[in-house]
């Protein structure tokens, strides 16, 4: 896959997600996972995503147990997330972020960083209105630290 554009994933009630759909949009790609301790972060991303979704931003969770700090399934995810942090983004399947297993996306990602593994939960990767990627940003990263960055690719 040589763009963002030909990936495809499956959110969590079985929908397909087409990345082509994202073309002209500023996307927050998340690995997340709901038992991490950074798991607060998923109440600032949806905020984000609620001020800012009008204006062509996207997010999409991606929860992974490779950390072994998710659910056992889809479904109590989801109802966790937004139970507890309001969250209405998509959200996909569980997938792996490293390894034999890993899901596409992440290879891509992680390739086109040029850096390495994920090392942990609420890895950020933020994709520019032109498919390309802006930033990946470290678990700690706070979601408002990029904020002022998201709003610049909106302007775009």
């Known amino acids: 896959m040589n763009h963002i554009y030909s990936f495809q994933e499956t959110e969590m009630s079985g929908q397909p997600i ?16 709901s038992k991490c301790g950074l798991a607060p972060q998923l109440a600032e991303i949806e905020r984000l995503y609620q001020q800012y979704h009008g204006q062509g931003f996207e997010v999409l969770g991606l929860p992974s147990n490779q950390f072994r700090q998710e659910l056992d399934s889809d479904e ?21 972020v490293n390894g034999d297993s890993e899901d596409p996306l992440f290879t891509y990602l992680k390739a086109t960083a040029g850096h390495g593994k994920i090392k942990w939960n609420f890895t950020k990767f933020l994709i520019g209105r032109d498919g390309q990627l802006i930033h990946r940003y470290a678990p700690v990263t706070k979601p408002e630290k990029i904020e002022p960055v998201i709003v610049e690719a909106l302007a775009k």
């Open 18 to 33: 087409d990345f082509a759909d994202y073309q002209g949009k500023v996307l927050l790609i998340v690995n997340t996972a």
């Open 76 to 96: 109590e995810t989801q109802a966790y997330c937004q139970m507890h942090y309001g969250v209405t983004f998509p959200m996909t399947k569980k997938v792996q």
